[in-house]
């Protein structure tokens, strides 16, 4: 799908696609609404990393225990986080709760502010679209 959106962004550079389309505003239009797709699509992936992100870190971590390999915080509803002295349980891989807390928190973070910044990308596209805010070039010696 993204290679498909690609292939259009680099057609609209091309002079067919003008003269197809007749105007410089029609082509920054499509333009926008490529960009608005694309700005949904970042919500979309962006947002499903923030979800799986989210699971991760309320599961807890895949660790060795005395009883073996399990996921040892899964039924405590990510009271694990604040119960620091359950981490020890975990003896294998070292440091493990630590990490998986870490980077799924980072995840989290970084795909939650994308979200944000996809979100505002679409809303600002679609005022451009909708309102008309390109500005109008006149060429001298058409009037």
Known sequence: MILVLAVLLILLEHDTFFQCCQSESCNKT??????VV?????IAFSGYSVIIS?????????????????????????????????WSQCTEPTNGVK??????SVLMALSGLQVIICFLKAIAELKRILCGTYSVFIQPGII
């Open 30 to 35: 499509y333009r926008s609404f490529i960009s």
């Open 99 to 104: 990490w998986n807390i870490i980077l799924f």
């Open 38 to 42: 694309l700005a949904l699509l970042g």
């Open 54 to 86: 989210t699971l991760g870190l309320v599961q807890g971590p895949f660790c060795n225990t005395p009883t073996g390999w399990e996921y040892l915080f899964k039924d405590t509803e990510g009271g694990y986080l604040i119960n620091y002295t359950s």
